[in-house]
């Protein structure tokens, strides 16, 4: 499982050349550059050599970049995969995948065309199909390190009304999450469709955050800011991290086998937690 800050994951249309130049001034953690739903179909060869020149050029910071392809069952999917093995990206978004052999299929796309061995592949969970098949899914490649919901398709596909609960959602949402967590990978909610809603938008980030989400995906910088704060560790939580690994250490130091913080029994799992929690800060702050 990955220790990148993943708080927020913008959507950025490749065939938008302003908002590509705009991206390189936001404070998303990760930009996905898309090439699938925001393109139309007679933009997509030139929305891709867009993108790639883009990434080419640089001056995107510390952002982690990623691109989402067109699926390989389209005519753009398999030139897609080939063009960003070479792009100086962390990794590919693949949409709709449904099976284990979608991964390996771009994961060979991937070593054939000399993709350095660390570009991931980033796959899409938004059919019932993908959910129902999302532990042989998470298992699939090495290649593989996350998982995201396309919560918008989903819907469509379950015939399930966006409510502020998403109570249709929570068994699919959560069963993603077990997958991603049983295979080491990390796991992004879903996007939320309205914009002028930040109360809604706020609770809807800490909700996922509840279901063990690593952060949100988002479809408008406005929405950005909600997504940092409520997918970074609370100061409290990064206080209580730092009393937990002072208390193990000084334990382990005098030959003591019980540790307590705050009147709380402290085992070797909370010890892991907390340095998971401050590698989490340190790592947002390299990033300000």
Known sequence: ??????RSVLYMPGSNQRALEKAKTLPADVLVLDLEDAVAPEQKEAAREQVLAAVQAGGYGKRELVIRANGLSTPWGREDVLAI??????????????????VRAVSALLKEAGAPAQMEIWAMIE???????????????????????????????????????RLGFI????????AARANQLDI??????????ESGLLAICEQGRNLGFDGKSLIHPKQIAAANAVFSP???????????????????AAGEAVVVVDGKLVEVLHVEEAHRTLAIWDAIAERQ
């Open 188 to 197: 992004l909610d879903g996007v939320h469709l309205a914009l002028d809603d």
């Open 85 to 102: 093995a070479r792009a100086p990206v962390s990794a590919v978004c693949m949409p709709k995948v449904e099976s284990a052999a979608e």
């Open 1 to 6: 499982m990955s220790l990148r800050p993943r």
């Open 171 to 178: 068994s699919a949402l959560s069963q993603c999450v077990l």
């Open 127 to 165: 059919t019932p199909r993908g959910v129902v098949n999302v532990q042989e899914i998470a298992a699939a490649d090495v290649r593989l390190s996350l998982l995201l919901m396309g919560t918008s398709d989903l819907a469509k596909d379950m015939r399930i009304p966006h409510t502020a609960d």
């Open 234 to 252: 609370a100061e409290a939580d990064v206080v209580r991290a730092r009393k937990i690994i002072d208390a193990w250490r000084e334990t382990e």
